[in-house]
């Protein structure tokens, strides 16, 4: 089956910097990238996702590019805020059948600090 | 609100013992996913139900079963548990077809074995 792997597991920057989290996964049969963001408590809440037809996407302060010859991809958050601190999640999908199932990284603490 | 319900939100229970939880899906969702996480082990898939048929199995333990209703809630059902099975256990649902594969998850339950 598919296995995802993302680093780093810790993330700490200073507010206003970029942050960079990156993902492999295995299957090259995957062809949707989702990207979650999950505050303390809460549930994951897709932030911005990416198909295998499309190289890179862009959404406001976040953007995720996507190689699919190696097999990664990775969100960029630009001009990074307090609120962004959180643990996000890569996954990747591939569909037997026609019906999708993530299999998602570990996750990656965000904290920014102020 | 992700439209995905998940009840009870806390569950403690003894080792031993067998609970239920319940899922009610998006409006128009066919596919029900259920994850469990743990600190260590990140977002685990256990399994996928579309239109009440089993479709997809994780690493869902044997002790624990599923399904999915006509009225599409679905339940997981854990038995016999054990100290190590205490985990935020998540639903998630999505449309189900692979143009459309965005999955929304609930709120949670806890699950606290003692």
């Known amino acids: 089956g598919e296995n995802v792997e993302q680093h780093p597991s810790t993330l700490s920057v200073q507010e206003g910097d970029s942050a960079v989290i990156k993902c492999t996964y295995s299957?090259?049969?995957?062809?949707?990238f989702p990207w979650y963001k999950q505050e303390l408590g809460k549930r994951p809440q897709l932030i911005i996702d990416?198909?295998?037809?499309?190289g890179e996407k862009k959404d406001q302060r976040i953007a995720v590019t996507l190689n699919k010859t190696a097999k990664h991809f990775s969100l960029h958050i630009t001009e990074t805020q307090p609120e962004d601190s959180a643990v996000y999640f890569c996954?990747?999908?591939?569909?037997?059948?026609?019906?999708?199932?993530?299999?998602f990284g570990k996750g990656t603490m965000l904290l920014v600090s102020p | 609100d992700s439209g995905v319900t998940q009840t009870p939100k806390h569950l403690i229970t003894a080792t031993g013992q067998r609970v239920t939880l319940r899922c009610s899906p998006r409006s128009g969702d066919l596919s029900v996913y259920w994850y469990q996480q743990s600190l260590d082990q990140g977002l685990q898939f256990l399994i996928h139900y579309y239109n009440g048929e089993e479709r997809a199995k994780g690493n869902i333990l044997e002790r624990f079963s599923a399904q999915q209703f006509p009225d599409l809630h679905s339940e997981l059902n854990l038995s016999s548990l054990e100290l190590g099975d205490s985990a935020l256990y998540f639903c998630a649902s999505s449309v189900g077809l692979d143009r459309n594969t965005e999955a929304f998850f609930g709120q949670g339950t806890r699950l606290t074995v003692v």
């Open positions: 996954a990747a999908s591939n569909p037997p059948s026609g019906y999708s199932t993530l299999t």
């Open positions: 299957d090259s049969a995957s062809n949707y």
């Open positions: 990416i198909r295998s037809n499309v």
